[in-house]
């Protein structure tokens, strides 16, 4: 046998680390935190696209950036999913279960479950009608329209809520932009007038005419 073969195999084989575990934490740096959010929601679409093509399920997620805006994903389609999600509600099945427990404190986890599922069922409904408004301002945008002129007829409560809340905060940043512009103007018709002045402060002719037009709402 050769000496070089014999070292070789007496050589300790190095143990490899291994797939190194990711620590599930908040990522600290908002630019890094924006391309990691963009990366896992692409992936869970696929994954849940996938999913529905391999089993023949019927999938919705619903996403909220942390800035607010909505990301969803349906197969077939996110409203007939939301639509039979909410449709079974099945205030008898519920019912059924509360009877056949056997003890008070199965029957007060079964409402106290109850309710949780019931408060889920609101907010569900909350973040179809929000997810419903997004699409309406989306569509309105691309067919170069304003979402101020969103027909109010078909508004439920919630809906005009928002929309109320929406114009008033436009209004006031309309009002800020105002006060700002016509802080520009004044300062620019202070400019224009000490444009007429000569280099010894005596007004000019034009300066006293133009003074006079000001004075009497001409101008």
């Given at each position: 046998?050769?000496?070089?073969?014999?070292?070789?195999?007496?050589?300790?084989?190095?143990?490899?680390?291994?797939?190194?575990?990711?620590?599930?934490?908040?990522?600290?740096?908002?630019?890094?935190?924006?391309?990691?959010?963009?990366?896992?929601?692409?992936?869970?679409?696929?994954?849940?696209?996938?999913?529905?093509?391999?089993?023949?399920?019927?999938?919705?997620?619903?996403?909220?950036?942390?800035?607010g805006?909505?990301?969803?994903?349906?197969?077939?389609?996110?409203?007939?999913?939301?639509?039979r999600?909410?449709?079974?509600?099945?205030?008898g099945e519920?019912n059924?279960c509360?009877?056949?427990?056997?003890?008070?404190?199965?029957?007060?986890?079964?409402?106290?479950?109850?309710?949780?599922?019931?408060?889920?069922?609101?907010?569900?409904?909350?973040?179809?009608?929000a997810?419903?408004?997004?699409?309406?301002?989306s569509?309105?945008?691309?067919?170069?329209?304003?979402?101020?002129?969103?027909?109010?007829?078909?508004?439920?409560?919630?809906?005009?809520?928002?929309?109320?809340?929406?114009?008033e905060?436009l209004?006031?940043?309309?009002?800020?932009?105002i006060?700002?512009?016509?802080?520009?103007?004044?300062?620019?018709?202070?400019?224009?007038?000490?444009?007429?002045?000569?280099?010894?402060?005596?007004w000019s002719?034009?300066?006293?005419?133009?003074?006079?037009g000001?004075?009497?709402?001409?101008?």
């Amino acid at each position: 046998m050769d000496a070089t073969t014999d070292l070789s195999d007496q050589r300790p084989l190095r143990k490899s680390r291994g797939r190194r575990k990711i620590e599930i934490k908040k990522v600290e740096k908002e630019n890094r935190r924006c391309v990691t959010f963009s990366k896992r929601k692409s992936g869970m679409f696929k994954k849940a696209t996938e999913l529905s093509t391999l089993c023949g399920a019927e999938v919705a997620v619903i996403l909220f950036s942390e800035h607010g805006k909505a990301f969803s994903c349906g197969n077939p389609n996110m409203d007939k999913v939301l639509d039979r999600y909410l449709a079974e509600t099945e205030e008898g099945e519920y019912n059924s279960c509360v009877l056949e427990s056997g003890s008070n404190g199965d029957i007060v986890t079964q409402t106290l479950q109850k309710q949780e599922y019931e408060k889920s069922l609101r907010r569900l409904e909350e973040m179809k009608r929000a997810l419903k408004m997004v699409e309406k301002k989306s569509n309105n945008v691309k067919k170069g329209e304003f979402w101020w002129d969103l027909p109010m007829d078909n508004m439920e409560k919630e809906e005009l809520e928002g929309y109320k809340e929406s114009l008033e905060e436009l209004k006031k940043n309309v009002m800020a932009r105002i006060e700002v512009m016509a802080a520009h103007h004044a300062a620019g018709e202070s400019s224009i007038i000490n444009q007429f002045i000569d280099h010894n402060g005596v007004w000019s002719s034009s300066t006293a005419s133009y003074d006079a037009g000001f004075n009497n709402g001409f101008l």
